[in-house]
């Protein structure tokens, strides 16, 4: 199986991104161009997929419109099922669309032919969450195997090979076989084997789900630094908005098939407006501690206080602002700050004693997203 998908994601040898000679240095995707327009561009015009199969019907993808520039690192996010998969292989054609276009470096690609095919496949690397590194082959041999299909000459799969292992960090392990590999290693293996064909874009499937936390990590420190190193083009799926938040500039969030909603990291994370965005966003809330969340009641009471978690996004918000607006004496129960793009994400949890009905909205007016908890009464 492995082989198979070898052969399907590694379809022929091509060099879109200009190498300097001089130096065996790259130079970005982004500056290079193809007859189309930029390496490394993709676009989606309504975009469908359906599967058929004896017990029905399912929509995967319903009329997806998507712009992924060049040289960016774009992440595809949503829960089991919402269609992710399915988008990213749109890319490469291992899925072709029900209807819609996609659109590669400016070149609608439902119409190619097997060699315009081979032609789209010899530009996209992939990486994929179990790695699909044989067995039987040393690190340097799983590396080169995309070269070695494409019938590249020996002398020249050598260095490249060399190159790409240097690039991923792992040149003391080219003679090691994958059973002695950590999983952030077979990892590094695979992204090697992505980039050995020198492509202006590089899709990753759950790149990082069967990883450690650590090594999940390094893994994403890597791909950002390809992508500032080489400005290839990321695209990848995951179900986390950790991994999100760590290296994507933008993101798209789907839903049953659907875009949900789209744009910078920085504003999906500190202004969901979606529903599903907001579930996705939930693991990297604290929850309301415990003593609280036993006595919170969705009704007001006499002397109860009014919880409210608020989401703001580039502004600054202070408790006497705060405390201003609500009219009322406002309370902190918790708060965290991320960084996300040089702007700041911020999250709080505060409680209002005695708030009138209109405090949200004279609270909306400093910005940021507010959404009502409930009501903690004192005594209760």
Not at 144 to 171: N, T
Request: hydrophobic fraction near 45%; charge should be neutral.
């Amino acid at each position: 199986m492995a082989e198979v998908m070898l052969g399907l994601a590694f379809h022929g040898i091509h060099d879109p991104v200009r190498w300097d000679t001089a130096s065996a240095r790259p130079v970005p995707a982004a500056r290079t161009a193809t007859a189309g327009g930029a390496a490394g561009t993709v676009r989606f015009e309504a975009v469908s997929k359906t599967y058929r199969s004896a017990s029905g019907t399912v929509q995967a993808l319903d009329a997806i419109d998507l712009a992924i520039p060049a040289g960016t690192i774009f992440g595809i996010i949503g829960r089991s099922g919402a269609g992710k998969s399915s988008l990213l292989r749109t890319i490469n054609r291992l899925e072709e669309p029900t209807s819609g276009r996609v659109i590669v470096d400016g070149e609608p690609i439902e119409a190619l032919d097997a060699d315009g095919l081979v032609a789209l496949r010899r530009r996209i690397g992939m990486i994929f969450q179990h790695f699909n590194l044989l067995s039987a082959k040393t690190v340097r041999q799983n590396v080169a195997l995309p070269l070695a299909v494409a019938g590249v000459p020996k002398a020249e799969i050598g260095p490249r090979v060399d190159e790409v292992l240097r690039l991923v960090g792992l040149e003391d392990k080219a003679d090691v076989y994958p059973s002695r590999l950590s999983g952030g290693q077979k990892q590094r293996v695979g992204i090697a084997r992505a980039l050995v064909t020198r492509p202006a874009l590089l899709l990753c499937d759950e790149a990082t789900s069967a990883l450690d936390p650590e090594a999940t990590l390094a893994i994403l420190g890597l791909l950002r630094d390809i992508n500032r190193r080489l400005g290839i083009t990321i695209v990848l799926i995951t179900h986390e908005m950790s991994v999100i938040r760590e290296i994507c500039s933008d993101v798209v969030v789907l839903e049953r098939g659907r875009i949900a909603e789209t744009g910078p990291v920085w504003r999906v994370f500190g202004q969901p407006e979606h529903a599903a965005t907001r579930a996705l966003l939930e693991p990297l809330s604290r929850d309301l501690p415990e003593d609280l969340a036993a006595r919170l009641r969705s009704d007001r009471t006499a002397g109860a206080s009014l919880l409210l978690r608020i989401t703001c996004a580039g502004e600054a918000l202070d408790l006497a602002a705060l405390t201003g607006a609500a009219g009322a004496p406002v309370g902190l129960i918790q708060a965290g700050i991320d960084r996300i793009q040089g702007r700041a994400v911020g999250r709080m949890i505060i409680a209002i004693a005695g708030a009138a009905p209109e405090v949200e909205e004279r609270l909306r007016v400093l910005g940021g997203e507010i959404e009502r908890i409930g009501y903690v009464a004192a005594d209760d």
